[in-house]
């Protein structure tokens, strides 16, 4: 099965690169979040190209889109976009149909979406009702009023059954086609009991297509690329009347310079305006759950807001956590109570002495938050949710272009820091750089620098100081080893990995950690080893030669020793400093080696887990360590070895 559908996979890559390249572009200026669209249909076969609409920018979020006509599609475009947008939004309803594409295809984007997807966030959407909506308001706008006007629906489906009853719940008439006869005896039974009950007006079905068009105003066809509305159907319709091709193909092609003749207007129907309206809907429930939706105590009296189901004498206000103004007392059921007690009189006046007590500069007392943590408005603790924030942060990351320095370096440019990778591998700087920078713009800055030559750190502090006027954290991952046996130790590798590992961790903190000092704040993150803790066990290694060298060991002991450090060093100026120790981290690029899986599966035996580790396992504590969540946090050496040292 070619799931690439008319492209192959270096051509589809190529091109959902560039759409990202775009979207960044403009969100850059417009300072608005990234996504990507990844929808459905059932239009087309398995062997049709994936069809790219328009970029769409909203207030929002600019988004790239794609439609895809299998599952296994979606999987892969979410692999290619996760981690380079903020958002992937993805379409929830289910359209491709396992009798098209087998068994093991059912068509389910979503969830594939949802499996595939690591980084970026995911919101679902559904395409069937954005397209409905945007009729609705099309033909609100342009024909109003629509209660008494005639409108064929031809093709009822499912867009074209929740069109009918949209507009049916206008007072419109509505005239339906479809070919299963059966089916559109029940839709239309349907219509008719679903409408409110104050609504005269009918839905009707029709056996043939120009009685369903007869003597009606609007004509919106629903057919799937299938051209059914023909110059007979414009015949049978009122003079000024319109018609809407909802199918992108219902309309035949002589069509339209027809209906121009009889003063007719045929609209391919745009989705701009739902997308604006669906996006909106979106941010703002996620606001409100996010924001607005919660309960807690002020002054002994619960308050709520968002929606939240109350209960009895509850004081609902406009925000829980910051109210502006009291809206009433649940009554417990989900509505206001219209008679108050003298209590819950009283409870009001208290809310309302609060709110204009904080509107005048007053603070109010330390409030318990049912569903947050405790917290203290005079110490201006952020709320949970701003706590992993490092929006607009400058990072540095030593070795940053190494295995686990890029995994730290992306996850940090994904969370919207400003990353500046340091490395000394020319070649490979420039490759990887020139790829991040096209991904991050500007928030990404690749500088080459040799950490063993101190002349080199103090250009590359300049250059910080230049740029973004202040550093926020240091990750000091730059790390080297030999692994020629201990007895033919040479004074060349010991100065190379001494160089690196203790005199550049050192150098860079020091000077680096000037600007910290300067600025009163910081974090420094170095990165050392479990066998900076305990020594290498030569049976795991075997033949591989890759036995871990003392000085490595050494080199590592340092470090976490020099962590401790510094934390009692800085912790004058407000600078955190702690240390990653991670256990061994897999090669990807080595496992069909023959000497390598026989070391992993060694290995794997030492380890609780009964695995080597992954770059990714480290996302979330360097997201920790350099957020406010890890405030109380210094001079602390976290141990990240699937067990490996707890034996």
């Known amino acids: 099965m070619n799931y690439f559908q008319g492209l192959n996979e270096e051509e589809l890559k190529k091109k959902v690169d560039d759409i990202l390249n775009e979207v960044h572009e403009i969100a850059k200026k417009t300072n608005t979040y990234t996504g990507f669209t990844i929808a459905n249909t059932k239009k087309h076969s398995s062997t049709s190209t994936p069809y790219f609409p328009p970029i769409r920018e909203t207030n929002h979020i600019i988004c790239g889109n794609i439609i895809v006509y299998t599952e296994e599609l979606a999987k892969k475009v979410a692999e290619y976009v996760d981690g380079r947008v903020d958002y992937i939004l993805v379409d929830a309803e289910k359209k491709i149909l396992p009798s098209e ?7 389910n984007i979503e969830l594939a979406v949802f499996l595939n997807t690591k980084q970026s966030k995911i919101l679902t959407f559904k395409a069937n009702d954005l397209t409905a909506n945007a009729v609705d308001t099309l033909i609100s706008y342009s024909y109003s009023p629509i209660g008494g006007k005639k409108i064929a629906i031809i093709g009822a489906g499912n867009i074209g059954t929740k069109v009918a009853l949209t507009l049916l719940e206008r007072g419109a008439k509505i005239r339906l086609y479809r070919r299963d006869k059966e089916k559109l005896k029940s839709i239309t039974k349907a219509l008719n009991l679903i409408k409110p009950s104050g609504t005269i007006s009918e839905a009707e079905y029709f056996d ?3 009685e369903t068009c007869f003597d009606t105003d609007i004509i919106i066809g629903c057919t799937p690329g299938i051209p059914v509305i023909s110059k007979d159907c414009i015949n049978n319709m009122r ?8 199918g992108k193909g219902s309309v035949s092609k002589d069509v339209i310079s027809y209906a121009k003749q009889k003063n007719i207007k045929v609209i391919r129907e745009d989705v701009r305006a739902g997308f604006d309206g669906i996006i909106n809907s979106i941010f703002s429930t996620k606001n409100l759950i996010e924001n607005d939706m919660g309960e807690r105590e002020i002054d002994g009296i619960m308050v709520a807001s968002g929606g939240i189901m109350a209960e009895e004498g509850y004081i609902i206000v406009d925000n829980y956590k910051n109210p502006t103004r009291v809206v009433g007392v649940s009554n417990g059921e989900g509505d206001f109570k219209r008679e108050l007690s003298d209590e819950e009189k009283q409870k009001l006046k208290t809310i309302e002495q609060v709110i204009q007590t904080k509107k005048n500069g007053g603070r109010e007392k330390v409030e318990k938050d049912i569903y947050k943590q405790t ?5 201006n603790q952020k709320e949970e949710g701003d706590l992993f924030n490092i929006k607009d942060k400058v990072i540095v990351v030593t070795g940053g272009i190494g295995r686990l320095g890029t995994e730290l370096s992306v996850t940090l440019l994904n969370h919207g820091a400003n990353v500046i990778i340091v490395d000394s591998d020319y070649t490979k700087l420039k490759e990887k750089g020139e790829e991040l920078e096209k991904i991050y ?15 080199q750190i103090e250009k590359l502090k300049e250059i910080i100081l230049e740029k973004f006027n202040k550093l926020d954290v240091l990750i000091n991952c730059a790390g080297v080893g030999v692994y020629t046996p201990f007895e033919e130790r040479t004074e060349e590798e010991l100065d190379y990995v001494i160089n690196v590992n203790i005199k550049g961790t050192l150098n860079c ?5 000037e600007i910290m000092k300067n600025q009163k704040k910081g974090h420094i993150i170095n990165i050392g080893s479990i066998y900076g803790m305990v020594s290498s066990d030569k049976k795991i290694y075997g033949d591989s030669k890759r036995n871990n060298s003392e000085i490595y060991s050494m080199t590592k002991a340092g470090i976490i ?10 912790a004058p100026y407000n600078i955190q400093v702690n240390c990653i120790s991670p256990g061994g981290i897999i090669n990807e690029k080595k496992i069909d080696r023959e000497e390598y899986k026989e070391f992993v599966e060694r290995y794997n035996k030492k380890n609780f887990l009964n695995r080597m580790g992954k ?18 946090m210094t001079g602390s050496n976290i141990v990240i070895d699937g067990g490996f040292t707890a034996w």
């Open 561 to 570: 020793m020099l962590t401790k450090y510094l934390a009692a060093h800085w």
């Open 441 to 455: 713009g500007k928030r990404c800055y690749c500088l080459e620098c040799d950490i063993s030559k101190k002349d």
């Open 101 to 107: 594409y087998g068994e093991n295809d059912a068509g």
């Open 375 to 379: 917290y203290d408005a005079k110490e």
């Open 615 to 632: 770059t990714s396992d480290f996302k979330g504590i360097i997201l920790y360590l350099v957020s406010d969540a890890s405030s109380y």
């Open 208 to 210: 043939t297509i120009e």
């Open 509 to 513: 903190s020091k000077i680096l950690g």
């Open 239 to 246: 003079y000024g009347g319109i018609i809407i091709d909802i």
